[in-house]
């Protein structure tokens, strides 16, 4: 497309996900009168895809559905709902109000997703208001937590450079403000706020619409994601985001940003017009200049997006689509500026450093492994009260990591002793003392509660881990670390298309296996075994890890080694995945 980038956005009748938005007078839909209806613990299934906006999910606890079908009940419904934190930041106050409201009104446990997000389950249909309302007071929100919209912005918490990490956690809460929704809708329902005239007869801005002048009355196509990475670590994996931003450092300073767009990991089995994708670098922005090339990107997906097809609805397949030199020249257009050339920087690893760290402002930081992101007491590793005690210290800040991980950050030298101690007092190793290959592992939630999941993850993952380790040890290879990812279904949520290892779920206790992928987030895995059980996986993996041990070369990670020795082809494109 070098002489003509004019194109057409692709034709067909749109989704019926289209009709519910347009009809839903900006996100608000029937959802009062179906959220009073005492009749049932569900909502409508239109008015649950309308919820996503607000950040929550309707679910079913799966591990009862038979039961409750014996028993002529409605499924157990529960929902989950997920709070907006950019960057992944939180103060100890906002940790204390999120670990009540786990207790009060959710199953218990928090969860720390691969977004930096929180994420409480098992919140009742009666309960929802309230704990939105709560989040709320707590200067938080669940607003376009999910949706059609852009989604929570990652960022780099790397406390090797705090000093940067200070200006790029400023500019992940501009983008996350800049592009949420308008409407006054998420205040009417959730916060009593006084209602608005009708949104649809007010009048603004000409050319754009009056209540959302960035997305219009149908949102985006599907989700949109921006991840912020400070190299040398790209452990937000940026190059899986819809819109990656690569801090580009000089003389100790921020210079600005290369953008790569394009990137997403969902896919479908079977469908081989679905696949996951990477995201390709365009050119170079000073910083001041990220929130317009963020809103004029999102709005080239709005205008150009498939409305027709959901599961080609993804960023990336507009981009593929129309070709990467159109979008470019589209972008600058509607910038009215050119992007400067692409600048050097180097990524060596995506995974999260243990332990304390000091950081250039003197203060110290601790990253404490979270399995599965799963923050709760079992048994005598008590992980939730032991964070509870530290945020009652009101001192430092708590991160979410992009590898569900959590660091206590910005702590003083007088009151990191008195850490230190609370985690003893509680069963938590605070040095990350796990195996390389755990310390490496993401899973999503998958079953009792999430509807797509095929096969268990979060739940199964500890114990592959388990029959694993002792055939790593047995290689020498206990201290290697290997990035390994599993997922319920092809929907990408633990990014396994960029696990050296990766597991996506196929049906109940089978998966497809995929390996190759680059360490440092730049290269896809390739499915080299489908549809295994435990038994297969093991006998599958221990002659590779074997031979991996045996004929490594120096420095070589687990990915590039398999691609080397012709286990599975090398992917850089993912329109080349199934091939």
């Given at each position: 497309?070098?002489n003509?980038?004019?194109?057409?956005p692709?034709?067909?009748?749109p989704?019926?996900?289209?009709?519910?938005k347009?009809?839903?007078?900006?996100l608000?839909?029937?959802?009062?009168?179906s959220?009073?209806?005492?009749v049932?613990?569900?909502?409508?299934e239109?008015?649950?895809?309308?919820?996503?906006?607000?950040?929550?999910?309707?679910?079913?606890?799966?591990?009862?559905?038979?039961?409750r079908?014996?028993q002529?009940?409605?499924?157990?419904?529960?929902?989950m709902?997920?709070?907006?934190?950019p960057?992944?930041?939180?103060?100890?106050d906002?940790?204390?109000?999120?670990?009540?409201l786990?207790?009060?009104?959710g199953?218990?446990?928090?969860?720390?997703t691969?977004?930096?997000?929180?994420?409480?389950?098992g919140?009742?249909?009666?309960?929802?208001k309230k704990?939105?309302?709560?989040i709320?007071?707590?200067?938080?929100?669940?607003?376009?937590?999910?949706?059609?919209?852009?989604?929570?912005?990652?960022?780099n918490?790397n406390?090797?450079?705090?000093d940067?990490?200070?200006?790029v956690?400023?500019?992940?809460?501009?983008?996350?403000?800049?592009?949420?929704?308008?409407?006054?809708?998420?205040?009417?329902?959730?916060?009593?706020?006084?209602?608005?005239?009708?949104s649809?007869?007010?009048?603004?801005?000409a050319?754009?619409?009056?209540?959302?002048?960035?997305?219009g009355?149908?949102?985006?196509?599907?989700?949109?994601?921006?991840?912020?990475?400070?190299?040398?670590?790209?452990?937000?994996?940026?190059?899986?985001q819809?819109?990656?931003?690569?801090?580009?450092?000089?003389?100790?300073?921020?210079?600005?940003?290369?953008v790569s767009?394009?990137?997403?990991?969902g896919?479908t089995?079977?469908d081989?017009?679905?696949?996951p994708?990477?995201?390709r670098?365009?050119g170079?922005?000073?910083?001041?200049?990220?929130l317009?090339?963020?809103?004029?990107?999102?709005?080239?997906?709005?205008?150009?997006?498939?409305?027709s097809?959901?599961?080609?609805a993804?960023?990336?397949?507009?981009?593929?689509?129309?070709g990467?030199?159109?979008?470019v020249?589209?972008?600058?257009?509607?910038?009215?500026?050119?992007?400067e050339p692409?600048?050097?920087?180097?990524?060596?690893?995506?995974?999260?450093?243990?332990?304390?760290?000091?950081?250039?402002?003197?203060?110290?930081?601790?990253?404490l492994?979270?399995?599965?992101?799963?923050?709760v007491?079992?048994?005598?590793?008590?992980?939730?009260?032991?964070?509870?005690?530290?945020?009652?210290?009101?001192?430092?800040?708590?991160?979410?990591?992009?590898?569900?991980?959590l660091?206590i950050?910005?702590?003083?030298?007088?009151?990191?002793?008195?850490?230190?101690?609370?985690?003893?007092?509680?069963n938590v190793?605070?040095?990350?003392?796990?195996?390389?290959?755990?310390?490496?592992?993401?899973?999503?939630?998958a079953?009792?509660?999430?509807?797509?999941a095929?096969?268990?993850?979060?739940?199964?993952l500890?114990?592959?881990?388990?029959?694993?380790?002792?055939?790593?040890?047995?290689?020498?290879?206990?201290?290697?670390e290997i990035?390994?990812?599993m997922?319920?279904?092809?929907?990408g949520?633990?990014?396994?298309?960029?696990?050296?290892?990766a597991f996506?779920?196929?049906?109940?206790?089978?998966?497809?296996?995929?390996m190759?992928?680059?360490?440092?987030?730049?290269?896809?895995?390739?499915?080299?075994?489908e549809?295994?059980?435990?038994?297969?996986?093991?006998?599958t993996?221990?002659?590779?890890?074997?031979?991996?041990?045996?004929?490594?070369?120096?420095?070589?990670?687990?990915?590039?080694f398999?691609?080397?020795?012709?286990?599975v082809k090398?992917v850089?494109?993912?329109?080349?995945?199934?091939?």
């Amino acid at each position: 497309m070098a002489n003509n980038h004019k194109v057409e956005p692709i034709g067909g009748p749109p989704s019926d996900v289209e009709h519910l938005k347009k009809e839903s007078n900006y996100l608000r839909g029937s959802l009062v009168e179906s959220l009073s209806n005492r009749v049932t613990g569900g909502l409508p299934e239109l008015d649950n895809r309308l919820l996503k906006f607000h950040g929550s999910y309707m679910q079913d606890d799966r591990d009862y559905r038979n039961e409750r079908e014996k028993q002529k009940l409605e499924p157990y419904y529960q929902f989950m709902l997920r709070i907006v934190t950019p960057g992944g930041v939180a103060t100890p106050d906002q940790w204390l109000v999120m670990d009540e409201l786990a207790d009060k009104y959710g199953s218990g446990s928090l969860r720390v997703t691969t977004r930096q997000a929180f994420q409480l389950h098992g919140v009742l249909k009666w309960n929802l208001k309230k704990t939105i309302q709560e989040i709320n007071t707590a200067l938080l929100t669940t607003l376009a937590a999910c949706g059609d919209v852009s989604r929570n912005v990652m960022c780099n918490p790397n406390p090797y450079q705090s000093d940067i990490h200070s200006e790029v956690f400023h500019w992940s809460q501009q983008l996350t403000t800049h592009l949420a929704p308008k409407t006054p809708a998420y205040h009417e329902i959730w916060l009593d706020g006084e209602k608005v005239v009708d949104s649809l007869e007010q009048t603004g801005e000409a050319g754009k619409d009056p209540v959302e002048p960035i997305y219009g009355p149908v949102y985006l196509p599907r989700k949109f994601k921006i991840g912020i990475a400070v190299p040398p670590s790209n452990d937000v994996d940026v190059y899986s985001q819809d819109l990656g931003l690569i801090a580009i450092i000089e003389d100790g300073k921020l210079a600005g940003f290369n953008v790569s767009v394009g990137g997403g990991m969902g896919m479908t089995h079977g469908d081989t017009a679905t696949y996951p994708q990477l995201g390709r670098i365009i050119g170079f922005v000073t910083p001041d200049r990220i929130l317009d090339v963020a809103e004029k990107t999102v709005t080239i997906q709005r205008d150009y997006g498939n409305r027709s097809v959901r599961k080609n609805a993804r960023f990336k397949y507009t981009i593929d689509r129309h070709g990467l030199e159109w979008f470019v020249t589209e972008l600058q257009e509607r910038l009215g500026w050119q992007l400067e050339p692409a600048r050097a920087f180097h990524f060596d690893h995506t995974g999260d450093r243990y332990g304390w760290i000091k950081g250039k402002n003197g203060r110290w930081n601790l990253t404490l492994y979270v399995q599965s992101g799963r923050i709760v007491d079992t048994g005598e590793h008590k992980l939730k009260s032991a964070l509870r005690e530290i945020a009652k210290l009101q001192t430092g800040d708590f991160r979410l990591t992009a590898n569900q991980n959590l660091v206590i950050a910005n702590i003083t030298t007088q009151k990191k002793s008195k850490v230190s101690a609370i985690l003893k007092a509680h069963n938590v190793n605070e040095a990350g003392d796990y195996s390389a290959l755990r310390r490496s592992a993401l899973s999503c939630v998958a079953l009792p509660t999430c509807g797509l999941a095929m096969a268990e993850a979060e739940r199964y993952l500890p114990t592959l881990l388990d029959k694993l380790e002792p055939i790593v040890a047995a290689a020498g290879l206990q201290d290697e670390e290997i990035n390994i990812r599993m997922t319920g279904c092809p929907n990408g949520c633990a990014r396994p298309a960029l696990g050296e290892i990766a597991f996506i779920g196929k049906s109940p206790g089978k998966y497809n296996l995929y390996m190759g992928a680059g360490f440092s987030g730049d290269r896809l895995s390739k499915l080299y075994r489908e549809n295994i059980g435990e038994d297969e996986i093991i006998d599958t993996l221990q002659p590779i890890i074997e031979r991996y041990a045996a004929e490594r070369q120096e420095g070589e990670h687990f990915g590039d080694f398999v691609v080397r020795a012709d286990y599975v082809k090398a992917v850089t494109n993912g329109m080349n995945f199934h091939d």
